[in-house]
């Protein structure tokens, strides 16, 4: 499995916020490559949000209705 599928699926298992230090532990990369993920997956339409607390996914918008379009 690659790092980037293995981090989406931890965010969408492990609801709440993470830190991109965790999540590097976690996948096995840098945190730097953690953020180059992040905003790979959310290119692809993968919804991680990311604030001073970390990153978190959030399927809410998934169902929202403004993306009915």
């Known amino acids: 499995m690659e790092r980037k599928e293995k981090l989406l699926q ?3 298992k492990n609801p709440g916020w993470h830190t991109s230090q965790e999540l590097a532990v976690e996948i096995g990369s840098s945190k730097r ?14 919804f991680i949000e990311s604030s001073v607390r970390g ?5 809410d918008k998934l169902i929202s209705p403004s993306s009915w379009s």
């Open 10 to 12: 931890y965010l969408q």
């Open 33 to 46: 490559t953690i953020k180059n993920y992040i905003s790979h997956l959310n290119n692809e339409n993968n």
């Open 55 to 59: 990153y978190k996914y959030n399927a």
